[in-house]
């Protein structure tokens, strides 16, 4: 297990080594720390967090896009006019 805390503005890790039993702290220049999304100098988001809280922002984001499109009976609101007959060949 391990939490990380500044200290006289550097990271400084508080490990327990569950072996020994027994806690010490480490350096940043001692520790390897791969940070994730959204890191504030001290940690990051977990990636399952962030994986959802984007699935979910996504879920509504489209949700309120269709719920726009559906109140509109689902037909755009622009038409394209021609003022001559169009035959088969230029209609497609």
């Not at 391990?2 to 400084?12: A, F, H, K, P």
């Not at 967090?49 to 489209?62: G, H, V, Y």
Request: aromatic share 10%; net charge negative; glycine share 8%.
């Amino acid at each position: 297990s391990v939490q990380v805390s500044t200290v006289d503005g550097r990271l400084r890790y508080a490990v327990w080594d569950a072996v020994t039993s027994r806690a010490y702290g480490v350096d940043q220049d001692d520790m390897l720390h791969f940070t994730g999304f959204g890191f504030d100098g001290e940690c990051s988001v977990s990636a399952i967090k962030w994986a959802a809280r984007n699935a979910i922002s996504n879920s509504l984001s489209s949700a309120a896009y269709m719920g726009k499109a559906l109140a509109n009976n689902g037909m755009p609101s622009v038409s394209i006019e021609y003022p001559n007959k169009l035959d088969t060949e230029q209609a497609e």
